[in-house]
């Protein structure tokens, strides 16, 4: 984990006025979320604009902002001096000295929150330790490039990237229906089903309206292309069940390296699906836990209902208490 830890100090053990916040954001805006030590949230702060790791000045600013609209807006009374443990989730990967650069200059911009242990973590690292609460998980991203993240009750981690498998999919389903006269069993099914999605009346002009042979105009309409697959896929139509589980099979392909890296094969452990063709139809998530099943029988899908911060938080509250502890 890419953070910046200075010795703990001694006001924060003990004293029930001691605050943890989560900072993180969506495409829109940024929250802070602030917790006490025995879990109960505090307060919730919001401002527009998000934390971009390539733009640090305003990032800074924004988390500086955040982070005081949290405690203004709080109705229990809430000081800087109180805050012992902050975690940052800022998209993207993370390394060592970027993290120890950010917290000196936050720290500069905000003397008051000299006194407190400041981690920066990377999207996936939040996420893991939203699933997983520190103990064994495991992330598939779906993107271009895919992404796996995973960890052991060791706190090991491995990490993998794919081609980009979603999109795979896609292009070749459109590909099958714009080139084939007819792919087996589902066929005329599958093809009626683009030609009343996207109003066509001939291959041709399916080809027209999608533009499979214009890049930008494909990623417009990738994740059509997935929502139609995975309708049919669900209807057992034989074609689309068939694609849908070939690149389910190759995601578990592509996140079998870090089960057997990390020893996972026998441990019960969460996987989380998340975005691209995941975030497109519940059918993904399924097939591709079928096909882990014979990787890796114990893990099952994780349940992850939580507010943007709220798991980051938490995540501070975990990481101050083993700082406590002496294991940082």
């Given at each position: ?38 879990r ?7 401002c ?24 203004h ?64 998980g ?75 042979s ?44 870090i ?42 899908l ?27």
């Amino acid at each position: 984990m890419a953070e910046y830890c200075t010795t703990p100090s001694s006001k924060g053990g003990s004293n029930n006025k001691s605050r943890v916040v989560g900072v993180a954001c969506v495409p829109s805006k940024t929250t802070a979320t602030i917790r006490g030590l025995d879990r109960s949230r505090i307060s919730v702060g919001r401002c527009q604009g998000v934390l971009d790791r390539a733009d640090p000045v305003p990032t800074l600013h924004r988390i500086q902002s955040v982070i005081d609209n949290a405690i203004h807006v709080s109705v229990r009374p809430v000081d800087y001096s109180d805050l012992v443990c902050i975690v940052v989730n800022i998209p993207g990967e993370m390394n060592e000295r970027y993290a120890q650069a950010f917290v000196r200059e936050l720290k500069r911009l905000e003397p008051r929150l000299a006194g407190a242990q400041i981690f920066v973590v990377s999207d996936l690292e939040a996420e893991m330790h939203r699933i997983s609460n520190g103990g064994p998980g495991f992330l598939i991203i779906s993107g271009r490039p895919d992404r796996g993240y995973g960890q052991n009750a060791l706190g090991e981690c491995d990490r993998v990237a794919g081609p980009g498998l979603g999109d795979q999919l896609a292009w070749q389903s459109m590909h099958l229906i714009v080139k084939s006269t007819n792919a087996g069993a589902g066929f005329a099914a599958l093809e009626g089903r683009f030609f009343d999605h996207f109003g066509a009346s001939s291959k041709r002009d399916l080809d027209d309206i999608i533009g499979f042979s214009d890049p930008i105009e494909r990623t417009s309409i990738k994740d059509e292309i997935l929502s139609i697959v995975a309708e049919e896929a669900a209807a057992d139509n034989p074609l689309a069940l068939g694609l849908c589980t070939a690149t389910a099979r190759s995601y578990c392909a592509l996140s079998e390296r870090i089960v057997s890296s990390l020893h996972l094969g026998p441990v019960i452990f969460p996987i989380s699906p998340r975005g691209g063709l995941f975030t497109v139809n519940p059918i993904f998530g399924r097939l591709y836990l079928s096909a882990m099943k014979h990787i890796a029988p114990n893990a099952y899908l994780a349940d992850i209902c939580s507010e943007i911060g709220e798991s980051e938080a938490l995540m501070a509250i975990d990481l101050y208490l083993r700082l406590k502890a002496g294991s940082c």
